[in-house]
């Protein structure tokens, strides 16, 4: 898989200029010694359960992710799942329209000699899953952060986020019924077909409730980074809005515009916190925080991986030829 095109193109070239132009924006309203004074007043401890938070979340939906796997008779250690899974979040952060997902059925492909598309079919399910839990979860924070006074724009994103679902959902068990009655004449295209479908039938009846019970858990500890933050930060605020605060910009990543998000979560996040009046230089530690934990750690520690890993790729492709 070309990667070193996908990120030197033009097209990741100017997300990352729109993304920086957002940032640069934002950051243009602040009182930098303030800002600096509230960083360094921050309190590490927290800071350390927010980074806790965020990669027990990871590890979480590394396992779930293997149990998925396990459903379509692919036994991957816990350790592989979370690498490859890390490293899909490495890719997504660097490129936009979530290629990570496809790297991970790439990685897949090349530890367990099984098809990409059968590993992008688990991903495709997984983020159903993802979907489920994150819209649940940001409308049970929402209206017990705001009670009766749920902004609109939270309850239109909300709508829009249920709509989403039961597309997809609509759309994998038309795939389903479609892809059953269909035979065509490629055989290629064929085997590619009926290896994503494989992936899509990754929820078997007696792993369903434990998936379920693993999405919704680990979204709402990755909920818990930016409450540790408020903590961190000495703000007065609640964890359900702490959790609200960090699924919304976590939903945001989902746009395919700029790699994970970068720019637009920050200009939503601003917004969010100033929902509860907290002070422009309040908020940008909170995202200053956030965003070295769920997006400056994933590049720097994915960049370490990744030279690992392709580099072992490369070595057991050398050895194969000779």
Request: aromatic content about 16%.
């Amino acid at each position: 898989m070309d990667l070193k095109n996908q990120i030197l193109n033009k097209r990741m070239v100017v997300s990352f200029i729109v993304s920086f132009g957002i940032i640069l924006y934002i950051f243009s309203k602040i009182n930098l010694n303030k800002l600096i004074l509230i960083l360094r007043n921050a309190n590490v401890l927290y800071y350390f359960f927010a980074f806790a938070m965020f990669y027990l979340s990871i590890l979480i939906k590394s396992y779930r992710w293997r149990i998925f796997l396990k459903n379509t008779d692919i036994d991957l250690k816990l350790k592989n799942a979370f690498v490859i899974y890390y490293l899909s979040m490495f890719i997504n952060s660097l490129v936009p329209a979530k290629l990570g997902d496809i790297y991970r059925g790439y990685l897949l492909k090349k530890k367990t000699n099984k098809s990409i598309s059968l590993g992008f079919g688990t991903v495709f399910i997984e983020r159903v899953f993802d979907l489920v839990a994150m819209i649940s979860l940001l409308f049970i924070s929402a209206y017990l952060s705001f009670k009766s006074d749920i902004p609109e724009e939270v309850s239109y994103s909300i709508k829009w986020g249920v709509v989403i679902i039961l597309f997809l959902i609509l759309l994998i068990f038309g795939f389903l019924v479609v892809n059953s009655k269909i035979n065509l004449k490629n055989d290629k295209i064929n085997r590619i077909l009926m290896n994503f479908e494989k992936g899509l039938r990754a929820v078997k009846w007696n792993s369903l409730p434990l998936l379920i019970t693993l999405s919704f858990v680990g979204w709402f500890i990755e909920g818990l980074t930016i409450y540790f933050i408020f903590l961190a930060l000495n703000l007065n605020l609640e964890i359900l809005f702490g959790v609200f605060s960090d699924l919304a910009s976590s939903l945001l990543t989902a746009i395919p515009i700029t790699p994970s998000g970068l720019g637009i979560v920050e200009y939503a996040l601003i917004y969010i916190l100033k929902l509860k009046n907290i002070d422009e230089n309040n908020a940008f530690a909170v995202l200053i925080l956030y965003r070295l934990i769920s997006y400056f750690s994933i590049v720097l520690f994915g960049a370490i991986m990744f030279y690992i890993v392709e580099g072992n790729i490369l070595r057991e492709s050398k050895n194969e030829r000779c």
